[in-house]
């Protein structure tokens, strides 16, 4: 349904949009699926259509985009499928990048594609990693965005997805653009014009003959680039492509503004400001009302130069933007120079200095060829052993074609017997191996519960000898000591007797404080469930909100499972009230017919879980051992700024 969304790069314009060309048709399907909202459908089907509605509306309006994007969400958080989360995040990614929220569009993609890497979804994670590589030439972090396209184009080659490996190829070409790698630029890009020209595939054509114009731009061949510039429009509209369009025209007007005809220049440039505010592009407008300031100043209307320049400088100081803000600084220093307001002119003056762009770092180039060059290895050696594969196919054939019957049947059946003795004995190597390496997990993961129930057993003698025992020997004391005056035929002391009993009561209360430890007795009473509403209602105050929400648990559990459940959610909301700095604490129980799952989700500080700094303590490690016996697994999802998601499954 979405296939025909295409990534495309701009240069001049230092731009990067993802973009689904509107059809004539796309009004009908928005209606369509409107009306569909108005039957009976469950809350997953419910979402999908919300989220086809985000789609579509990304070409309609960006505003009911985000409207319907964020309600597919938010069902689809509700029902806890993952899937669906997975692609609404995706979806609203996209949305924030057309509108040039590039930070907040990579927060969700990496979201996504953390749950599509726990999904194992290969086409999903291909998918993002082809965004996510738009977004970080958007911020012009060109090594990353060419290891994520890269990563992408492996995996669209592999399936032999020609069309999106065409449009990766478009996109690759625009990096090696930008690192100034301009025959590899156009190598890539003459690959992706083929396809395209060869399908009448007009709208991603018209990026791929963009990205020519630009870098002949950047060759400083001004008419292969007008010419390039001139084919994009015509193709453009045939396609209905109209951000190529209007980066074309503003790409004319850069080339005219160059040639000095600076009127025919905002002519230019006016046409495509009209096509990027109508479709709300508001980065892109900024940046075209660069280029037109530059043309006012040299027609000498200065005023209309400096506000202009100040309306894009307030733009990309709120959205980030080092090279265009330096650029902005510049010729603001020429149109108050044209007004003749001099503190002004060396006010900016200072601003340029200070912000003026360093040279492209040379490493960034170096990686990016190590990186190409690691692709195109890794793709011949694939190569080579499908030939290699292919050769001992045909070697073998002409073999069979000059065997006599008889030898053939002698070998197939000598073959045979020989194969069924060397498959049973690496059979029972591996079973052999596999029995080992349980042995050894199981053997590794018995001493770790030991080691734990060894340092609890600790713990509760150091509890039980600094309090409780302190106690008693305080009670015993003051018992003693009523004991000899009663022998003496004295009076109990009533203060010394209240001393005594009140020592009693604290040892009794301590004494069950540390059972309660040990096992809760809402654990052995009332179940997993109760126990963990009374564990959490112990620490939910003012500094963090907890919520817990349980599905499927109306029967006990095996004692062992909700023991070892018990203490996995005491060890991961410790550790959030200890160290995730969290204002807001989520924990989902939810029993099926295949399993139990408990999901525990903060929004603290989180951390990187690859980072150096990173060691996991002694708690998670424990809480590993005990899952695993029971062959659970435990993912922890996490990331610096955004939380940390634990997500722990046993199987039924």
């Not at 209309?304 to 220093?333: A, D, H, R, V, W």
Request: aromatic share 8%.
């Amino acid at each position: 349904m979405r296939t025909s969304c295409v990534l495309f790069l701009v240069l001049l314009a230092n731009c990067l949009t993802v973009f689904c060309y509107a059809q004539p048709a796309t009004q009908h399907l928005i209606d369509s699926l409107k009306k569909e909202l108005g039957n009976n459908l469950t809350k997953a089907q419910k979402a999908k259509v919300y989220g086809d509605l985000s789609w579509y509306y990304n070409s309609v309006s960006l505003d009911s985009a985000f409207q319907y994007g964020y309600d597919a969400l938010k069902i689809a958080r509700e029902i806890h499928d993952r899937k669906l989360i997975a692609q609404s995040l995706s979806d609203l990614g996209a949305i924030h990048f057309i509108k040039g929220e590039i930070d907040k569009s990579l927060e969700l993609y990496n979201q996504s594609l953390g749950i599509r890497k726990i999904e194992k979804d290969e086409e999903g994670i291909a998918s993002l990693n082809f965004k996510i590589g738009g977004a970080y030439f958007k911020k012009s972090e060109l090594e990353k965005a060419m290891s994520h396209y890269l990563e992408a184009l492996r995996y669209y080659e592999q399936v032999n997805d020609e069309n999106v490996a065409a449009n990766l190829h478009s996109n690759i070409a625009v990096v090696y653009t930008a690192l100034h790698h301009y025959s590899k630029a156009l190598s890539y890009l003459k690959m992706a014009e083929t396809y395209f020209q060869q399908r009448k595939l007009y709208a991603p054509l018209s990026n791929v003959t963009l990205s020519m114009g630009n870098v002949y731009y950047a060759l400083l061949d001004t008419a292969k680039a007008q010419d390039s510039y001139e084919k994009t429009i015509d193709v453009a509209k045939k396609g209905l492509n109209f951000l190529a369009e209007a980066s074309a025209y503003n790409n004319l007007g850069q080339i005219y503004t160059d040639l000095g005809q600076h009127r025919l220049a905002v002519d230019y440039i006016q046409r495509s400001l009209e096509i990027r505010t109508r479709e709300k592009l508001e980065a892109d407008v900024a940046s075209s009302n660069i280029t037109l300031a530059i043309n006012y100043a040299k027609l000498h209307n200065f005023s209309k130069s400096k506000s202009l320049l100040l309306n894009s400088l307030n733009y990309f100081q709120q959205t980030g933007g080092g090279e265009k803000i330096t650029s902005i600084y510049y010729q603001l220093i020429a149109s108050y120079a044209g007004l003749g307001q001099v503190d002004s002119v060396f006010h900016y003056m200072n601003l340029y200095k200070k912000n003026q762009s360093a040279e492209l770092d040379s490493k960034v180039i170096e990686v990016s060829n190590e990186l190409e060059t690691k692709y195109q290895t890794e793709k011949k050696e694939q190569k080579i052993e499908i030939l290699n594969q292919e050769t001992a196919i045909q070697r073998l054939k002409l073999r069979q074609r000059n065997l006599m019957l008889i030898a053939t049947l002698v070998l197939l059946v000598t073959g045979a017997v020989i194969a069924y003795f060397i498959f049973k004995q690496r059979r029972l190597q591996a079973e052999a191996r596999l029995q080992h390496e349980i042995n050894t997990q199981q053997e590794k993961a018995t001493r770790e519960v030991l080691d734990a129930e060894e340092r609890e057993r600790r713990r509760i003698a150091g509890d039980l000898h600094d309090g409780v025992g302190q106690t008693l020997s305080a009670a015993l004391l003051n018992l003693n000591y009523l004991h000899k005056s009663i022998a003496e035929g004295k009076a109990p002391d009533p203060q010394v007797m209240d001393t005594a009993l009140g020592l009693v009561k604290g040892s009794y209360q301590e004494m069950r404080s540390i059972s309660h430890q040990m096992m809760p007795n809402a654990l052995l009473k009332a179940g997993l469930a109760t126990s963990i509403k009374e564990f959490l209602d112990a620490i939910d105050g003012k500094n963090i909100k907890v919520n817990l929400y349980v599905s499927g648990l109306a029967d006990r559990l095996d004692q062992q499972l909700e023991t070892v459940l018990y203490r996995a959610v005491q060890e991961a909301v410790n550790n959030v009230v200890k160290h995730a700095q969290a204002t807001r604490l989520t924990i989902q129980l939810m029993k099926d017919e295949e399993g139990i799952s408990v999901t525990i989700e903060d929004n603290g500080r989180g951390f990187d879980p690859s980072g150096v700094e990173f060691s996991e303590g002694i708690g998670l490690k424990n809480l590993r051992s005990r899952v695993g016996l029971l062959q659970g697994s435990v993912d922890v999802d996490a990331a610096p700024g955004r939380g940390t998601v634990v997500v722990i499954y046993i199987p039924a």
